[in-house]
């Protein structure tokens, strides 16, 4: 075959998206395609390049491809790699790619896709994708059911066929359609349909009712519960819960999105009280410790300042010491000297940064100063996350601010009271920007959402004109939910739940 020539490069993904692909499309895109990865592939061959190096190639010719041939093709390919990198999150997150980018792909395809390159062994160590596999086996399951059961609810309206119809409706996505008759069936499953319909039912009621909703369809579960979801965050963003509520929604909200091979997050209200746990609980004043088992996956940078300041995972260093000093653990800072680690430090979003730091009132000056900041340079204002310890008056409080906004928000407890206290940003996509969550301690202290984020991975400030102490410091590449930064809390900063770096 000749050498693909950018005017055919160009023919091929300029095409105009219309629906999913025919086999013909398919089939015709297929050597073109090919030929495109053959150099990566061959860097691949020559162990220069790994599997989830062709993986991001082939996604980023998905993001120039019109074609929907050409995008579906690319997108296949990057999943079967990323498996055999053993990359499952990223896989899993290529699948969703593929449902929100290709028009109309069958469930049957997700599940080939996944199938064909998922060994059972592997399935075991990948719950995202053999959740999705389900999903999507139990969606052609409903497909094929479907006209069945409609013929026998023409003849027999009873409550069983009622709730299978409705079943097949709402994992083929028809959730106007399911609603409709679910409301039909009598008793709780009918009262809750129909307020979930009409907008009457409570959005935390009806996330406890979707999530624990037993569906016919092994497999469908993940259908539900997606919509359980939407209401527990709707419930949250209304400030309907607090307290133990809080902690379990979230925890079941982690474990949706939790890395594949890497966590595992413990329902504790679903949970026989078989198992025990010899670890200290956080005292925190009318709140139970829950225990959550987690692999702290995506930790990409970690420095516990009992080697100096070595980083026990990413081998980066800070490129600016000052006259800081690493000793017994800690690493105290002097005034006017902040520790600077480079730009690439911190990932572009979703990230969490964690800091274990204490200060106290001496040296401090009328407006504090840097707990830490995220930014592209050292002297960056306008684009700088950061939190800092403030005097305003006679009061100490905390400031936090995104970008070209900021807040100065107090605590209602002392931040510059000589304790260790565990600082958490957490970072995830949103829009063209991100979703900013600072927690102190184990608390959510503030929450920004911003228009616009950084177009290369940042670099992470500690201190400024304070005299404080670090603890520790970690980097992971993705935004922990609140259940595992109690975790963290619990834990304390000398130790991982297990150490590692993750994917």
Known sequence: ??????????S?????AIAYPTKQEIAEARPLVAELMNPVLAEYKGKTKSASDVAQISIQFSESAKSEAVKYLFLRGAVGYYIKDSNFGKAADTIEQIKTNIKGVPPSDIADIISSALSKENARKAPRLNSQLQLAQAQVRAAK??????????????DPVLRQYAETLALLGDWKGALAEFSKVSGEVGRLAKGDADGTAGKAELGDFWWDYKTSYTGGEPAFRERAANYYRKAIADGKLDGLKRTLVEQRLASLSQPDADM??????????????DRKPHDTEGRTSTRIVTGYSGIVHRWSFTNGFADSVGNIAPSKYGNAKAENGVVALQSGSPLEFPAGTVPLAPFTVQVWASATDKGLGSEGDYIFKI???SDSKDDSVFWTWARYGKKWVSGIGAFDESKKVGHGKMLVDGQKHLYTITAEKAGGGMLLRFYQDDTLFGEMKTSKSWKKPPMLILGGFVTPTYDEVRICSRALPHAEIITSLNEGPEKLPEIGKGK
């Open 375 to 377: 930014a592209s340079s």
């Open 12 to 16: 091929l993904i300029s095409g105009i």
């Open 1 to 10: 075959m000749k050498k693909l020539g950018f005017a055919a490069f160009a």
């Open 264 to 277: 595992q997050v413990v329902d504790t209200q679903h949970q026989n009280d078989t198992e025990t746990d």
């Open 145 to 158: 059911d479907s006209r069945k059961l409609l013929s026998q609810l023409r003849q027999v309206k009873t």
